[in-house]
T-cell receptor, first 115, second 110 residues
Framework: DTEVTQTPKHLVMGMTNKKSLKCEQH?????MYWYKQKAKKPPELMFV???????INESVPSRFSPECPNSSLLNLHLHALQPEDSALYLC??????????????FGEGSWLTVV | GEDVEQSLFLSVREGDSSVINCTYT??????LYWYKQEPGAGLQLLTY?????DMKQDQRLTVLLNKKDKHLSLRIADTQTGDSAIYFC??????????FGTGTLLAVQP
């Protein structure tokens, strides 16, 4: 099973709402990632968790708050977002936090629209 | 800094070969990857090549690496309409992060 599952597939939220994106993998991977992708652009790294600890935060605004409850789950909590945060949010996982030589598996993404 | 460039668009006819090119700047890149993204979907890893190799073949896919020129290419033989997608090359180097290229939209005409 080489799947990374993301929910919800689509989310529309107001600027004052609080919502969460969820990601799950059952491949025994110990590194999980959040990426943001705008239309017609490559994905941009947001956060990396390695062995359930936050190892990389790419200077992401605090209105995005990641959480890794266990090695299979990764959440992204959203609060007070702006319309420009509308994008495809991709979760990914790999065997461990070393990128070189590791296959990074991506989920199908969650389409977020902020109104 | 690291930079990965690709041409934006490629159009081919069904049955022809497609060649998608990528250039990168980080000479410490250890692995180079090709991902495919279909409309509305996530990224699918197609293949990857270690920097001490110059070629890798996997069924219809052939990856060529010219490390001296920092040039990577992906050849798709017998291109099908299902191959229509955006193709991203990516490299991993000193920063332990995947650095993606700008993406190439491949349009396959029937």
């Amino acid at each position: 099973d080489t799947e990374v599952t993301q929910t919800p597939k689509h989310l529309v939220m107001g600027m004052t709402n609080k919502k969460s994106l969820k990601c799950e993998q059952h491949m025994g991977h110990r590194a999980m990632y959040w990426y943001k992708q705008k239309a017609k652009k490559p994905p941009e790294l947001m956060f990396v968790y390695s062995y359930e600890k936050l190892s990389i935060n790419e200077s992401v605004p605090s209105r995005f708050s990641p959480e890794c409850p266990n090695s299979s789950l990764l959440n992204l909590h959203l609060h007070a977002l702006q319309p420009e945060d509308s994008a495809l949010y991709l979760c990914a996982s790999s065997q461990d936090g070393r990128v070189a030589g590791n296959t990074i598996y991506f989920g199908e993404g969650s389409w977020l629209t902020v109104v | 800094g690291e930079d990965v460039e690709q041409s934006l668009f490629l159009s081919v006819r069904e049955g022809d070969s497609s060649v998608i090119n990528c250039t990168y700047t980080d000479s410490s890149s250890t692995y180079l990857y090709w991902y495919k993204q279909e409309p509305g979907a996530g990224l699918q890893l197609l293949t990857y090549i270690f920097s001490n190799m110059d070629m890798k073949q996997d069924q219809r896919l052939t990856v060529l690496l010219n490390k001296k020129d920092k040039h990577l290419s992906l050849r798709i033989a017998d291109t099908q309409t299902g191959d229509s997608a955006i193709y991203f090359c990516a490299e991993s180097g000193a920063t332990n992060k995947l650095i993606f290229g700008t993406g190439t939209l491949l349009a396959v005409q029937p």
